[in-house]
Structure formats: structure tokens, C-alpha cells
């Protein structure tokens, strides 16, 4: 066959010590259907001696049957993996292929190049090197070809290449390849996009593919194979400070005390010094300590066990920085997000997000804007939807270590998680950390919530009614304030009326909307409890995310959730307002228990049935919890 | 500065995913097959927890037709590394006798080891399970994430996978879910090869090519491992330079002639021969896109 083939077969000693020392080179292919992107994956591989006989012999049989090249090989076929999409004809998500040649092993995500799918696209390039952006000759530069630019930009990658495929179809036109490739060179100098190569192709024939084509005398270049093997794969983070976020405390005895990471910037040797955030005690490396040995240096990249000079105390998810040069902190950002999920971004809603190896509970704010990824326009939205992507403000729960993502991916990149499905809906990148949080010092009062408690004789709570429309929240919450105040305690309601009619009026019902109804309801609580009072609130509030937003605002003690339970078939017989008959007619949209969900509290800390207690009852069962709780002093 | 080799940087990638797996799960568990791919993997384990023993047990969903080698050299790295072992034997194929020759590969692999897995899964709890495929061995592998969910029964669902971006994997679930993690996805069979050379990993020795008792059976070339083999008319064993290049269950494991008694000469084979390792499986080949219908049952 060729070279590689008789080195086996002669020594295989020899080949084996040649591959012994291949670097690694992650890259994305991007181009449409019709490019002729599975082909030249196809092609790839099959140069590469990547491909085995029986799956040649599959290929074979399926080119037959599924075919677009008549009894040729159709190299598409090989990448193409679940019978599902095989039988559609496309590609849609992210699959991983392999080749090698004794210079460096390949993994190439293959990223469909469909309109709805900038998720796997994202997916596909957060971890590569290099793109290869494959054209059309015969098209030139299409709306997509600056889609895929952009996505491969935003998430970083700074090397691309222009594969002008089907150049035999232009009879091998220089003319054309040159003004194609010029016309991208400025398009993607607007993206910081600096290194290209451009290189004319027939992936279908295999001209420029892995040797230079006679059909192609003016291209004096590299062809794509030798390009690959040749590239420089240095990050940024290789050349940076010191990065180790800790993944596992490693404690095997009393005697060993070891912090288990891997290097995501710099290199480490013993006796450097260290500072560790969040806490930013410093020390010094003691030892590097892997299975085959001690080590006298870990480089970027390498998972290792290290070892400190002094007893610190050190969790999952800390980053071990270089003293000198540690890494920023802050729990507000401005950040790029794309959203990746049905359920659009609920701007105010509590998320997690997960960042090196800390999991935090997370609020997004609103976009500031979207970016059109088609046109690169900036325009004004109140969410993101699937496959959008825009600019927002990113607030977590507590200060983390960080560096901006274009200093380094894997220290600036995090995941939006859903916190019931556990999907993970979003993925972003920041960009800097906001002051304007930093700037902002609580105002040392020194009348505060102890001295008003004091005052008051009762403790500052939140009593929180759930339930369905109709339940009888408002009825009970009347109830239980007047009692409280006939008790002598400072109290106040939050209902519909006052709330809707004022604070929210700008609201509608929506889900997004809905969420920010409870969030500013969540953030008067928390003023009026800081203020001494007892607060009762009655919202329908029908999810779970919002109420454990709301809960969060507070001290732990300080929320009180109380369910009032009353099935659907009951409200919808009593149905005070008639609004459940509107909304069965589908004259109220998205109305909680006829086509909004209602998710019923887990562990609510009272839970009343409506069915077995009259609202008196009800009410004086909360009462007795304040007291029995220490809120209130028992009635006499 | 000295770049890491490709084999140091997906050393590097399985330790870190090891990890991040055992931080972010309750009850672990490492799927211990025997075979090659196995053996990196747990070795990679002990490197990324060392000097602390893995925190996890090893689990060995048995079908009682492995070969006796593969027994032996369980016995043997349960033991050097501490680890303990958990051995499931499906009690409903043990009881009706399941086996290879009568009730045929489908059945015998849907109840010893894909009803059995998911048996051994319930009874213990574990949430999380590490297996070690490989994203090169088949078609419908390539798309699967390294951190794979599953449903409570157990499922995968191809259009329901979370998006894996970075080093950033979520493992989260309610409780009753699981997920199953591979940290060998981005390995391919030479590299596994390489690093059982490098790194000098124990393996079975029927890897390696010597005389053993075979029989020629529908294009296989089976090994009489045991007496339960039950020989048809006219059938033999002779004594042939055989060796394997995947083991599963004896009878369903075709051998494949060679002299190949070195590491290096079974990689020159390997690469010469060009013939996918999972060939001389027969369960592959029971129907088309049979691996996918599989792994949405819940085979690993």
C-alpha cells in the first residue's frame, strides 16, 4: 500500500517507537450537506488507513444501498451512524472519528451543518484546535460559511481552514479560489480569526487531500493532511500562569493530605509558590505526586496529585494558581451565552452553573443583546431561545476563580444546568467580571435585624402560600394576619391586588414573566423581613425553581413554605372567578393547572388539605407552627 | 516546551474524567470486564486516585462462560489492586440454564448480561457506572458522550443526551437515574495497544497466539474452553496456533489464526490483518444497527 504500511510489515519495532511520540490535534469540520463535508472526512480516513476491511466492506455494501455515487464508494455513508439519520440522508449531532499518522492522532468532530443546529456546532468546537471550513466552489461564500466562522470565533478558535472543495466542478479555476479565499480573509479578520490557510480541494477525487494535485499547478501550498500534521498547537494557556482547580481532596491516610487536578494553564515544579482561591492563602508545592513516581514538573494538560508545604484548607472545586499571578475572583460577569435547550433562558430564574470544578446556584439576567449569527447584528431580546446566542449578565451565589475565556477556555467556560430536568441548557463564555457589584458595600446600619427583633418581641419570617387559583390562599393569609396581629406581631401581606396592580403591572402571565413576578415578590420579602416583620405571601407560585429562589433571599429559618392543597377537580368546581371555565375555553392562556404546569412543593414545611380543614382551622394550624417554632411567643 | 504525546494527553483526559465522575456521584462503580480495554481502564483508575486505593468497587456482570483464563486474571487484579469485587450472576438465567449453544448468542446476551447489569445496578444502588467503550468500535459508539444518562429503566435515548462541551460534564440526576461514564471514548484500539506496551498493563494471556483446542463452527473458530462444549458430529478439537483478538463468552468468541505470541507482533497484526475488532463478536451481527437496539435496552 504505502510507506506506513511496509514499515509495518518490516519492523514493527520501528513504527511503533515512531508512534510512540504523536502529538494530538482536535479539529471541527464544518460545511452543509451538500458541501461535501462527510466525504472528505470519508476521504481522510480512508487515506489515513483509518478504515478497516470490514468496514470498507460495510461502506461497500451501503454505498450500494444508500448510495449517491453510483457503484463508487460514497465516504459519506461512514459518517453517517445512527439508521435513523442514515435513512433521513443528514448528520445531526456531534460524532467523534480518529485517524493517525505517525505525526499526530486525529479526533474530528463531525458538526452538521444545518440552520437549527449552532448547539452541536458549539458542542463540536469547544474542544477543538483548528476548524475546517469547507465551501463550495461552485457557491463561494454562503450565509452559513459565516455561521460557522462566527461559532468557531466565539468559542475561541483562532485557526482555521478554508477548504474550497469541488474545484474540479470550476474546471480547477485559480481565479475562483483566489477570490474566494480573499473574500473570507476580510470577513474573518472581523472575527480575530488570524490564522488561515486555504487550500483548493476535490474531496471527491482526492486532489489536495493527502499529496499535491497535478490539477492544481498554481497552488504552491500545503495539502490539507500535511497542513494537520503540521499546524502549531500551543494554546494560550500553555504560555499562562498556573491553573490547577482542585477535583478530589486525595486522603488515602491521616499522614497524606494530596489535591487531585488537572493543569488547565502554566506548569507547576516543588517548591513554587501557590495562592488558592477562593480563600487566597498562599503556600508553597511540595511534592508531584503520580502513581509511576514523583515528578519534577507538570505541564498544562497533565492530571496530577499535588502536595503542599503547609496545612491549608482546600476543597473541590478551589484553583490552585501561581502566587504571582493568580486568577481573578468575582460572582458577577458579563459572559456570551448560547442556549441550547427548548425551554427558553427564564431571565431571573435559579440555575446552576458549573465552572472548573465548582457547582453554584446562578441567576442570568436578560440579554443585553442577541447576536444574529447569520448577519452578525447586535438586536434587542428579552430571552434567549434554542440555538440563540447572545450577551448577558451572569450573577452566582458566592465569588469564584476565574480568567476571562480568551485567556483561557477552560478556566473562563461554564454550563447552565437545569435545576429539576438536570438538563444542561445553556453553555457560556465570560468575558470579565463586572466591579459594579464590588463597588456596592452594604451600609453598616447599626440598627439592625437583632435590635428589631427585639423591638418587636417575634422573629422576622416568611410565610410562604402555594397553591392552585382558587385554593383558598388569600382567604387563609387574611385569616392568619389578623390572628398575628390581634397576637401583637408586625405583619404584612402580599397578594395579587397589591402586587399585580403596582410592583408587577408590567407583567403578563407568562412563564418568564412569572418568574420575574416572583423574584420581585422574593426581594420585597426580603427587605420587609430585614425590616422585622412577619410577611405572608399568597401567589399561585407555581415553580419549584422560583420558590427555592425565593427561600434562598432569606436566612436559613426565615422561609416558610406552606402548601395549600386542594385538587384541581374541587378548585375547578368552586371556581370563585370563573376563570377555570375561561381558561377550559381557552379564552385564558397559560393558565397554572390547565395549560401551565403547577409543581407541587417536595418538602413544604406545612402542608394543608383543604379538603379535611375550613379556612379558620387552616389558619390557626400556622399559627400554632410560629409558636411551636420559636417565631412567636404561644398565645396565651 | 515538550508537548505531551498523544498518549499522555489521553491518559490525562481519563484521570480527569475519573475524577469529576467519582466528586459528582454518590455510589460509583467501574463495569470490569477482563478484557484489554478493562485493564487500561482500570489502571487509569488507580492512577488517578493513587495514592488512595480507587474509590469504588469493581463489578464482573458474570455470565458463567467467560474463559477460565479470564477468571484467573480477575482473581489476580482484584487482588493487586485491593479493589473490592462484586461478581453478578443473573438468578433467573442461572436457574433456567442459559446458555450460548441451546438458547442461542440473542438470548443468552440479553439475559446474562443486559438483563444482569441492570439487575446488579438496581441491587446495589450505584448511580454512576464506568465502562470501557470505545467511540472507534462501532458506528452508533461515535456519537455516544462520555457521561451517557440513562433513565431510571435504564434506557439511552440517542436524541436525549445532554451537550458535552469542554471538560465540563454534568452528571447530575434524580434520584432513581444513572449515568454511565467512558473514560476510554476517545482511545482507539492501537492506542490501547500502545499503552498496555508502555505502561506494561497485565492482559489475558489468550491475546497472545498459542496451541489451544479448537473446533471450525459456521466461519468461527470456537475454543473448547471446558467440558460444557458440546461437540456436534464429526467435530474434533484440533490443536491450532490460535489467538483472540476480543473476549466475551467462549463459545460466542471467534479466534483468529496467528503466530502473534508478543505485544508488538499482535499490533503488527492488528494493523496488517485490518479487520474491526468487534468482528469476531458474533452478537454484532445478529441484524443491522443491532449494537444501537442493544444499547437502547440498556446494554452497556
Known amino acids: 500500500m504505502n510507506a506506513q504500511t511496509s514499515l509495518i510489515e518490516t519492523d514493527i519495532e520501528r513504527y511503533l517507537e515512531l508512534h510512540r511520540n504523536k502529538s494530538l490535534l482536535r479539529f471541527i469540520t464544518c460545511g452543509s450537506v451538500d458541501d461535501g463535508k462527510s466525504t472528505l472526512i470519508g476521504r481522510l480516513l480512508y487515506e489515513a488507513h483509518a478504515l478497516l476491511d470490514d468496514q470498507l466492506g460495510a461502506l461497500d455494501a451501503d454505498s450500494k444501498r444508500y448510495g449517491t455515487q453510483g457503484d463508487a464508494l460514497d465516504f459519506a455513508l461512514l459518517v453517517d451512524g445512527l439508521s435513523a439519520e442514515r435513512e433521513q440522508g443528514i448528520t445531526i449531532d456531534v460524532a467523534y472519528r480518529f485517524f493517525a499518522t505517525e505525526r499526530r492522532k486525529f479526533i474530528v468532530a463531525d458538526t452538521p451543518g444545518h440552520e437549527q443546529y449552532t448547539r452541536n456546532m458549539i458542542t463540536g468546537a469547544s474542544t477543538a484546535d483548528l476548524a475546517v471550513i469547507l465551501v463550495d466552489a461552485r457557491k463561494g461564500l454562503l450565509t452559513q460559511t459565516r455561521r460557522h466562522s462566527y461559532l468557531a470565533s466565539l468559542v475561541g478558535i483562532r485557526r482555521v481552514v478554508l477548504a474550497i472543495n469541488k474545484l474540479d466542478l470550476v474546471d480547477w479555476s485559480h481565479g475562483v479560489f483566489a477570490g474566494i479565499e480573499r473574500e473570507y480573509r476580510d470577513f474573518a479578520a472581523r472575527l480575530g480569526i488570524a490564522n488561515i490557510v486555504a487550500i483548493p480541494l476535490s474531496a471527491l477525487h482526492g486532489d489536495n487531500m493527502t499529496a499535491p494535485s497535478t490539477n492544481t499547478p498554481w497552488y504552491h501550498g500545503p495539502n490539507l493532511l500535511q497542513h494537520l500534521e503540521q499546524v502549531d498547537i500551543a494554546t494560550p494557556a500553555d504560555h499562562g500562569p498556573l491553573r490547577m482547580p482542585v477535583q478530589w481532596v486525595n486522603r488515602p491516610d491521616h499522614a497524606f493530605r494530596g489535591f487531585s487536578g488537572r493543569l488547565l494553564g502554566g506548569r507547576v515544579r516543588p517548591g513554587d509558590a501557590v495562592r488558592v482561591l477562593p480563600s487566597g492563602r498562599q503556600s508553597t508545592v511540595a511534592r508531584i505526586v503520580t502513581l509511576d513516581g514523583d515528578l519534577d514538573e507538570a505541564v498544562n494538560g497533565q492530571a496530577v496529585t499535588l502536595t503542599l508545604a503547609d496545612e491549608i484548607d482546600i476543597s473541590r472545586g478551589d484553583v490552585i494558581c501561581a502566587a504571582a499571578d493568580p486568577a481573578g475572583l468575582a460572582d458577577q460577569f458579563e459572559a456570551h451565552l448560547v442556549w441550547m435547550a427548548e425551554q427558553p433562558l427564564l431571565p431571573g430564574r435559579a440555575y446552576l452553573v458549573k465552572l472548573g470544578a465548582t457547582m453554584l446556584g446562578a441567576s442570568i439576567g436578560p440579554p443585553k443583546y442577541l447576536v444574529d449569527v447569520n448577519t452578525l447584528d447586535h438586536l434587542a431580546a428579552k430571552t434567549l431561545q434554542l440555538n440563540e446566542t447572545g450577551v448577558v449578565t451572569l450573577t452566582l451565589d458566592r465569588a469564584v476563580a476565574f480568567d476571562p475565556y480568551a485567556h483561557n477556555r477552560d478556566m473562563g467556560s461554564f454550563i447552565v444546568i437545569d435545576r429539576l430536568g438536570n438538563q444542561t441548557v445553556g453553555a457560556g463564555m465570560l468575558h470579565f467580571a463586572l466591579r459594579r457589584s464590588q463597588n456596592i458595600h452594604w451600609q453598616a446600619v447599626e440598627v439592625d435585624k437583632t435590635a428589631r427583633v427585639r423591638q418587636n418581641g417575634h422573629r422576622p419570617v416568611v410565610l410562604w402560600l402555594t397553591g392552585l387559583s382558587g385554593s383558598g390562599k388569600s382567604t387563609i393569609a387574611n385569616i392568619v394576619e389578623r390572628q398575628l396581629h390581634a397576637l401583637g406581631a408586625r405583619t404584612y401581606l402580599l397578594d395579587g391586588d397589591n402586587v399585580r396592580h403596582g410592583l408587577s403591572k408590567d407583567l403578563g402571565f407568562t412563564a418568564a414573566d412569572r418568574v420575574e413576578n416572583i423574584r420581585r415578590i422574593g426581594e420585597v420579602a426580603r427587605l420587609m423581613v430585614d425590616a422585622g416583620l412577619i410577611v405572608i405571601t399568597a401567589f399561585i407560585s407555581p415553580f419549584r425553581s422560583e420558590r427555592l429562589l425565593a427561600r434562598h433571599m432569606v436566612d436559613a429559618g426565615e422561609f416558610i413554605e406552606i402548601f395549600v392543597d386542594t385538587p384541581l377537580a374541587i378548585v375547578e368546581q368552586r371556581d370563585p372567578k370563573g376563570l377555570y371555565k375561561k381558561a377550559r375555553k381557552g379564552e385564558l392562556k397559560n393558565f397554572t393547572g390547565i395549560d401551565s404546569p403547577y409543581e407541587v412543593p417536595q418538602a413544604p414545611e406545612l402542608h394543608i388539605d383543604t379538603t379535611s380543614s375550613d379556612p379558620e382551622t387552616a389558619a390557626t394550624q400556622i399559627v400554632e407552627y410560629l409558636a411551636r417554632h420559636g417565631v412567636i411567643r404561644a398565645p396565651v | 516546551m515538550p508537548d505531551l504525546t498523544h498518549l499522555q494527553r489521553l491518559e490525562a ?288
Open chain 2, 13 to 300: 483526559e481519563s484521570i480527569d474524567i475519573l475524577r469529576e465522575a467519582v466528586a459528582e456521584s454518590e455510589r460509583p462503580v467501574m463495569l470490569y470486564s477482563i478484557g484489554k480495554d478493562s485493564a487500561v481502564m482500570l489502571r487509569l483508575a488507580r492512577k488517578a486516585f493513587y495514592p488512595s486505593r480507587p474509590p469504588f468497587p469493581l463489578l464482573h456482570v458474570d455470565t458463567t462462560w467467560k474463559f477460565r483464563a479470564m477468571y484467573a486474571l480477575r482473581e489476580r487484579m482484584a487482588q493487586e489492586s485491593g479493589m473490592q469485587l462484586l461478581i453478578h450472576k443473573n438468578p433467573e438465567a442461572e436457574r433456567l440454564g442459559i446458555n450460548p449453544f441451546t438458547h442461542g448468542s440473542a438470548t443468552h446476551t440479553d439475559l446474562w448480561k443486559t438483563q444482569g447489569l441492570k439487575q446488579a445496578l438496581d441491587q446495589y444502588g450505584f448511580d454512576l457506572a464506568f465502562g470501557g467503550a470505545r467511540r472507534d468500535e462501532e458506528k452508533s459508539r461515535a456519537k455516544e458522550r462520555v457521561f451517557s444518562f440513562r433513565t431510571a429503566q435504564h434506557r439511552w435515548d440517542p436524541k436525549n443526551q445532554r451537550p458535552e462541551l469542554w471538560r465540563l460534564y454534568n452528571a447530575r440526576r434524580n434520584p432513581g437515574e444513572s449515568i454511565r461514564v467512558f473514560p476510554l471514548s476517545n482511545w482507539t484500539e492501537l492506542d490501547i495497544w500502545q499503552y498496555i506496551q508502555q505502561e506494561d498493563i497485565p492482559i489475558v494471556p489468550l491475546y497472545f497466539a498459542a496451541k489451544r483446542p479448537i473446533v471450525e463452527r459456521d466461519g468461527l473458530l470456537l475454543m473448547v474452553d471446558d467440558e460444557r462444549f458440546p461437540l456436534r458430529d464429526g467435530e474434533t478439537p484440533e490443536l491450532r496456533s490460535v489467538r483472540f483478538r476480543t473476549l466475551g463468552c467462549y463459545p460466542l468468541t471467534g479466534a483468529v489464526e496467528s503466530l502473534a505470541d508478543t505485544l508488538p507482533a499482535i499490533i503488527q497484526e492488528m494493523l496488517l490483518a485490518r479487520t474491526t475488532e468487534r468482528q469476531g463478536r458474533l452478537i454484532d451481527h445478529d441484524s443491522s444497527g443491532s449494537m444501537e437496539k442493544k444499547k437502547t435496552e440498556g446494554y452497556f
